[in-house]
C-alpha cells in the first residue's frame, strides 16, 4: 500500500451526473489479456453479440432512467474492447482528461479514438501518461472527496499513480492486488459513499486490508463465487443510493438492502466474458 498526497484535508467535489460509453458494435473476444476471457478448455470465449447489444442498451437506459446523462463513443472495427470506457482515460474536475498508456498492443489504439472523442466535443488540454495507467480500472472517486483510491500490480503501474499525483495534485492512496482474476481495482473494490465499501478481501494483502476496515464504516464482503463469477465488485453507485450490478449476485444485493442502497440489477453477462461488467462500461465526466 503507498499514500501519493496529503490526505488528511480534502477539499470536496460535486458528483458527475454525465457518463460515457461506447457501443459494442465491434465487441467480440477475439485475444485474451485476462483469465475471464478464455474458458475451462483454454479457448476463447464466444461472445452472442445480439445479446452483447441487448445488454448494452438495457445498461444504458437505466442509468438514463436514474437521472444520469449518457454520451457514446461509436464504435470502431478491430477494437473489441473500446465498449469498456472506464480504461483508455480519465476525466478531470475542470475539463484535463488523462489519457492512459494500455498495457496491451491489442488495446492501445483505442486511446488515440477517445483523444479524436473529446477533441470533437471541445475537449483539448491532454496529458498523456508515461507509465502504464489504465485509468477507472485501477482508479475509483472517494464519493464527494477530491480523492482517488488506486490500484496496482497488475495492469496499472506504481509509478503511474505517483505520476498522476504530480501532475494533478490530487491524493491517491494505492492498494496493491495480489490475484490475477482481479486485474483491476474495479473489479474487487467499490465505494457505494462516503463511509461504505463494497470489497473482495483475499484480493489485497493483510495490511491493505486493515487499512480498508479503518478507513470504512460499513464494510460489505462480496461472497466468493459472486465476486470471481457474477462481478459483483464491478458494481457502480453514483448517488449514495442506486447500485448498478450485474444480476443474480443474490447474497450482495441482500447485504445492499440492509444497509440501504437499492440495487439496480442488469444482464452483462457477455461483457463478463471480456473481463467486465458495469463499472468498466462506463466513465464519469466533467465537462
Known amino acids: 500500500m503507498e499514500i501519493f498526497g496529503d490526505i488528511k484535508t480534502l477539499d470536496n467535489l460535486p458528483l458527475t451526473k454525465k457518463l460515457l460509453m461506447s457501443?459494442?458494435?465491434?465487441?467480440?473476444?477475439?485475444?485474451?489479456?485476462?483469465?475471464h476471457m478464455l474458458d475451462d478448455k483454454g479457448d476463447l470465449?464466444?461472445?452472442n453479440?445480439?445479446?452483447?447489444?441487448?445488454?448494452?442498451?438495457?445498461?444504458?437506459?437505466?442509468?438514463?432512467?436514474?437521472?444520469?446523462?449518457?454520451?457514446?463513443?461509436?464504435?470502431?472495427?478491430?477494437l473489441p474492447d473500446l465498449v469498456f470506457t472506464a480504461n483508455q482515460s480519465l476525466s478531470l474536475p475542470g475539463g484535463k482528461v488523462l489519457?492512459?498508456?494500455?498495457?496491451?498492443?491489442?488495446?492501445?489504439?483505442?486511446?488515440?479514438?477517445?483523444q479524436t472523442w473529446y477533441e470533437e466535443?471541445?475537449?483539448?488540454?491532454?496529458?498523456?501518461?508515461?507509465?502504464?495507467?489504465?485509468?477507472?480500472?485501477?482508479?475509483?472517486?472517494?464519493?464527494?472527496?477530491?480523492?482517488?483510491w488506486g490500484g496496482y500490480g497488475f495492469r496499472t503501474e506504481k509509478s503511474a499513480l505517483e505520476e498522476m499525483h504530480k501532475v494533478t495534485k490530487i491524493p491517491i492512496i494505492g492498494l496493491k492486488l495480489q490475484m490475477e482474476e482481479f486485474y483491476h481495482l474495479d473489479t474487487c473494490f467499490s465505494i457505494l459513499d462516503h463511509e461504505s465499501v463494497a470489497y473482495y478481501p483475499k484480493a489485497f494483502d493483510d495490511e491493505t486490508n486493515a487499512y480498508i476496515k479503518n478507513w470504512?464504516?460499513?464494510?460489505?464482503?462480496?461472497?466468493?463465487?459472486?465476486?470471481?463469477?457474477?462481478?459483483?465488485g464491478n458494481c457502480y453507485c453514483p448517488d449514495g443510493k442506486n447500485?448498478?450490478?450485474?444480476?443474480?449476485?443474490?447474497?450482495?444485493?441482500?447485504?445492499?438492502r440492509n444497509f440501504g442502497f437499492n440495487p439496480v440489477a442488469v444482464e452483462t453477462s457477455e461483457f463478463i466474458k471480456g473481463g467486465g461488467s458495469v463499472f468498466c462500461m462506463k466513465l464519469p465526466l466533467f465537462f
Open 216 to 232: 470504512f464504516k460499513n464494510l460489505i464482503t462480496l461472497d466468493e463465487d459472486e465476486a470471481l463469477l457474477n462481478f459483483a
Open 49 to 78: 453479440q445480439s445479446d452483447a447489444l441487448r445488454q448494452w442498451l438495457n445498461l444504458k437506459r437505466e442509468f438514463q432512467s436514474h437521472g444520469l446523462e449518457v454520451e457514446v463513443v461509436p464504435a470502431k472495427p478491430g
Open 23 to 35: 457501443d459494442p458494435k465491434y465487441y467480440e473476444v477475439s485475444y485474451a489479456i485476462n483469465v
Open 121 to 148: 466535443n471541445g475537449i483539448n488540454n491532454f496529458y498523456q501518461m508515461k507509465n502504464t495507467f489504465e485509468s477507472m480500472g485501477d482508479l475509483i472517486w472517494h464519493p464527494g472527496k477530491r480523492l482517488y
Open 99 to 114: 489519457l492512459s498508456k494500455m498495457k496491451s498492443s491489442q488495446r492501445a489504439p483505442e486511446v488515440k479514438v477517445l
Open 45 to 47: 470465449k464466444s461472445v
Open 243 to 256: 447500485v448498478f450490478l450485474q444480476s443474480g449476485s443474490e447474497k450482495f444485493e441482500k447485504t445492499l
